[in-house]
Nanobody
């Protein structure tokens, strides 16, 4: 059973930065793309970013492009989400997820393992 554990969430003022981490169990981390999703109160879960198994390809939602950066360290079985220039609209629970396969996936249907989520709150 794969376990994903997110960390790094918290409360930050608008314009600030946070770095989320997601540590994965298992021996074949580099075989799978990873993604970050978020869900705000009353809204559906949406993709934020995805990165291929090798780290060579990535995808970003338009709403975070230029502000967020996804990266991974396959030696540490960890994926990161660097979030800069945060806005109140970024407030949500952020989830990391492991994809089915190593190509990036742009929708939640492409993921079969999920973390428990970490709260990010951006104050205005």
């Amino acid at each position: 059973q794969v376990q994903l554990v997110e960390s790094g969430g918290g409360l930050v003022q608008a314009g600030g930065s946070l770095r989320l981490s997601c540590a994965a169990s298992g021996r074949t981390f580099s075989n799978y793309a990873m993604g970050w999703f978020r869900q705000a109160p009353g809204k559906e879960r949406e993709v934020v970013a995805s990165i291929s198994g090798s780290g060579g390809s990535s995808f970003y939602a338009d709403s975070v492009k230029g502000r967020f950066t996804i990266s991974r360290d396959n030696a540490k079985n960890t994926v990161y989400l660097q979030m800069n220039s945060l806005e109140p609209e970024d407030t949500a629970v952020y989830y990391c997820a492991r994809a089915v396969g190593w190509n990036i996936k742009r929708t939640s249907s492409g993921y079969n393992y999920w973390g428990q989520g970490t709260q990010v709150t951006v104050s205005s």
